[in-house]
């Protein structure tokens, strides 16, 4: 069975940016790993950080599930995911555990540090997958088995700069956005943390509207969500595009930038 696996960095953001495309190769027999590498720590204003982990571990272990994807657990605190060796060996042995024919990954260029390190995390795990000296915490026999890595769209299709940022391919997701919603709402605890600390006045909405925004770029679909495939060298023997060739009939791939 194919396997395809989304690494990000909080709870939530598989859900924001990657679900439907999620729900749509679970539908075409692909299994699915779930994992995010910060534990949710800072999203509360309320509760302690051993409550709010808690809370938002379950909450994402509920999400999985209502995917039917294996979950995996969080690494480190909130703002703690830093491009180190550490973090990466443990991140590397997951890799090599699940073995993705195809990894999704956050944008290499996004609004904020722990966005921007989770996928490059992603990435050199998944470089290292078959590095026989390169240990992995905890240990894991190595896999060589061909791996293509998409990055999805940054918040709002902007890098940190403010330039927009087009996919590469753009997947219609409107056939799953109710399910992506369902998801979503399973991280109750977040509605009222972003309405507060980042004014997004509706966290299912403002989920609904990014994927609006995302099909309005395509200039095609109602809702899509957009995809940038990493470079193949280190990663497969040759070119290969997947997730092209799986979704094939319900994407549109490179269109012209308008």
């Not at 026989?132 to 791996?147: E, G, H, L, S, W």
């Not at 991280?187 to 990014?210: F, T």
């Not at 470079?231 to 930038?257: M, Q």
Request: net charge negative; proline share 5%.
């Amino acid at each position: 069975m194919p396997t395809v696996f989304a690494l990000a960095a909080h709870p939530d953001d598989v859900e924001f940016v990657m679900a439907g495309t999620l729900f749509l190769l679970k539908e075409r027999g692909f299994d699915v790993h779930y994992m995010n590498i910060a534990n949710g720590s800072l999203g509360t204003e309320e509760l302690t950080r051993d409550e709010i982990v808690r809370i938002r571990t379950a909450e994402a272990r509920d999400a999985a599930t209502f995917l039917g994807a294996t979950f995996h657990d969080p690494l480190v605190d909130d703002l703690s995911i830093f491009y180190d060796k550490n973090l990466l060996a443990k991140v590397a042995s997951v890799m090599r555990q699940v073995g993705p024919d195809i990894l999704l990954l956050q944008s290499l260029s996004d609004y904020m540090e722990d966005h921007q390190n989770a996928a490059r995390l992603g990435v050199a795990a998944a470089f290292s997958r078959g590095m026989k000296n390169f240990a992995v915490d905890p240990p894991c026999p190595i896999t060589r088995n061909d791996v293509a890595v998409y990055h999805a769209q940054p918040h709002g299709n902007r890098d940190p700069m403010r330039k927009q940022v087009h996919a590469e391919q753009y997947v219609d997701i409107e056939s799953v956005l109710s399910k992506k919603r369902e998801m979503l709402a399973k991280h109750v605890s977040q509605k009222a943390w972003l309405d507060a600390s980042q004014g997004m006045d509706s966290y299912l909405v403002s989920m609904e509207n990014a994927a609006e925004e995302v099909g309005r770029l395509s200039g095609r679909f109602r809702f899509a969500e957009g995809w940038r495939r990493h470079y193949h060298v280190g990663l497969s023997g040759t070119e290969i595009d997947p997730l092209r060739d799986v979704l094939a009939d319900i994407s549109l791939a490179s269109p012209p930038e308008k």
